[in-house]
């Protein structure tokens, strides 16, 4: 059996055995790799359901905004949209179709990793042109990048606070369970200073990936001009704990349990991605919950205005809509970040509208 059959909890173990316990961060990545790799999750069949596969209106409105703030800053051309992590394909669809009737006819780039989504991407626009990673995106052109439920799939890092200080938290085993345990080396020194002092067992975790994709998209907007939106799941400040979770067919279950065979992700810390993306010349035009961001963009007047052509869908429309923007539901715990070029408008949505 090569290592790309086997089990990757076997191939986890079998490196802890050799080499000693593997950083959180190496064992998510590879986890969530693994998992993408082979398999579409998304959708009621799948493991989870995302915003786009809600509703069209969620993708129609991001279409709209990036339409409308293309066209205030001077409709440049070439122009790029962008996404990261575009799933079945199903929010670019519904965003270019919607942007379309305003002129904005990009060209679009995917981002994706995972061979089984690409080939479902590839029914579903089949223009795009597909992309391992940021870097091989044109520079020329102004870019509208949008990654939604994106961040929250790439890797943390979690450091502890025990009895002899700050350690990273590593995965061992016992027995033939994965089981958290301190690293060897301090870590006080990569800890903010009012950190420091915290009670035991306070945890703080990072994503140096997260805070590494806004860092380069950041730079691209203030290089070729462009906004991009971030859309997850994530609390307003940065919080003390784990947020690791991970999700197979519509239940939470252990993230230890069967890597590679459930969804890893942690909460994004949106108040450090602004300032990564600040440092690097970007506006932060605001991080606002999903349900304010989407009531402001007028999904209440989508709404009414889908059931006026279909009102037979009355109940499903409404409540695909409460989904998306209703407290208890996606409205409050998810967050809009938007970023652009410091010369271009301010989005719709954040505030100053
Ligand atoms: N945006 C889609 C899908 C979200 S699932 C939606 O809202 O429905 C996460 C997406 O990110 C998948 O398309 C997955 O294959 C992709 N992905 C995860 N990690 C990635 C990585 N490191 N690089 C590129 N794509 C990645």
Redesign the pocket.
């Known amino acids: 059996m090569s290592d790309d059959d086997a089990p990757l909890g076997d191939i986890f173990r079998r490196l802890i055995r050799n080499t000693g316990p593997i950083s959180l961060a190496q064992f998510m990545?590879e986890s969530?790799?693994r998992y993408?790799?082979g398999k579409d999750?998304?959708g009621a069949t799948g493991d989870?359901v995302?915003?786009?596969?809600i509703s069209q209106m969620f993708g129609e409105l991001i279409g709209l905004w990036c339409a409308d703030i293309w066209i205030r800053a001077g409709r440049e051309e070439p122009v790029h949209y962008v996404?990261?992590?575009?799933?079945?394909g199903?929010?670019a669809k519904d965003a270019l179709r919607a942007a379309a009737r305003y002129g904005f006819e990009p060209r679009v780039h995917f981002?994706?990793?995972?061979g089984?989504?690409k080939d479902i991407?590839l029914e579903t626009i089949p223009e795009a042109i597909w992309h391992?990673?940021l870097s091989s995106v044109p520079v020329e052109g102004p870019i509208l990048l949008?990654?939604?439920?994106?961040l929250?799939?790439?890797p943390v890092r979690q450091l502890v606070r025990g009895a002899e200080g700050w350690r990273e938290r590593m995965v061992a085993l016992d027995g033939e369970d994965f089981v958290f345990v301190a690293g060897s080396q301090p870590m006080e020194g990569a800890v903010p200073a009012d950190w420091r002092e915290a009670q035991q067992g306070t945890i703080l975790e990072t994503s140096p990936?997260a805070s590494s994709v806004v860092y380069e998209v950041a730079g691209r907007l203030a290089d070729q001009r462009g906004a991009a939106l971030f859309?997850d799941y994530g609390p307003p400040e940065t919080r003390a704990g784990s947020t690791l979770q991970a999700v197979a067919n519509h239940q939470k279950v252990d993230p230890f349990a069967a890597p590679g065979r459930a969804?890893l992700t942690a909460h994004v810390d949106f108040a450090t991605l602004a300032r990564v993306a600040v440092s690097r010349e970007a506006k932060h035009l605001g991080t606002v919950t999903q349900g304010e961001w989407l009531r402001a963009l007028g999904i209440e007047t989508r709404a009414e205005a889908l059931i006026k052509r279909a009102p037979h869908l009355r109940e499903e429309i409404g409540l695909a809509r409460d989904r998306l923007i209703a407290d208890d539901q996606m409205g409050l715990l998810f967050k809009v970040m938007g970023l652009a070029s410091a010369d271009w408008p301010d989005g719709v949505g954040f505030g100053e509208n």
Do not use: C, H, K
Not at 50 to 53: D, G, M, R, S, V
Not at 83 to 88: A, D, T
Not at 111 to 114: C, G, P, Y
């Open positions: 990545g969530n790799a993408y790799s999750p998304l989870f995302t915003a786009p596969e996404e990261l992590g575009p799933g079945r199903t929010l981002v994706e990793t995972s089984a989504l991407q391992d990673d949008v990654a939604n439920e994106f929250d799939a790439l990936a859309i969804d």
